[in-house]
């Protein structure tokens, strides 16, 4: 299973009158990690997009163990949990600076083609990733 771990500081806009971390920024924070780990795996969105495929949240989960307030440091630790051609599957947990966890969660997103149906990725471009996927895992 591939990891990729995106820092993230709490901006003073992300907090709510009590100075914690709204719980509606824990999925942009997800999607943050999410867009950070397919750069690195070298698949950024943007050419999903000019392959003609969307991916699409479908499922998304959060749970929430500790508050985290204006200026943290966290890290958001991704993980490919499941690819296939018409499917794929993330994990998220973050942690603060001492490793203690303040949330975890979960996406599920199909695939669509330009008409926002569902579809599957060509053999090609799905063999293309996997190999990206490979090759990043090794370094």
């Not at 806009?13 to 924070?29: F, K, L, M, N, R």
């Not at 190999?131 to 895992?137: D, I, Q, R, W």
């Amino acid at each position: 299973m591939m990891e990729h771990r995106t820092q993230i500081r709490v901006r003073y806009a992300e907090t709510d009158a009590q100075g914690i971390v709204h719980h509606s920024v824990y999925p942009v924070w997800f999607e943050e990690g999410r867009s950070d780990f397919l750069r690195k795996v070298g698949v950024a969105y943007s050419q999903w997009e000019k392959q003609g495929y969307f991916v699409v949240v479908v499922d998304l989960t959060s749970r929430y163990a500790k508050p985290a307030y204006y200026e943290d440091q966290l890290t958001v630790v991704t993980c490919l949990k499941r690819f296939r051609k018409r499917l794929m599957e993330f994990s998220y947990c973050v942690v603060d600076e001492k490793g203690t966890q303040i949330a975890h969660g979960t996406t599920r997103h199909l695939i669509m083609d330009k008409k926002g149906k569902p579809s599957a990725l060509s053999s090609d471009f799905y063999q293309q990733i996997q190999l990206k996927m490979a090759e990043s895992a090794e370094q």
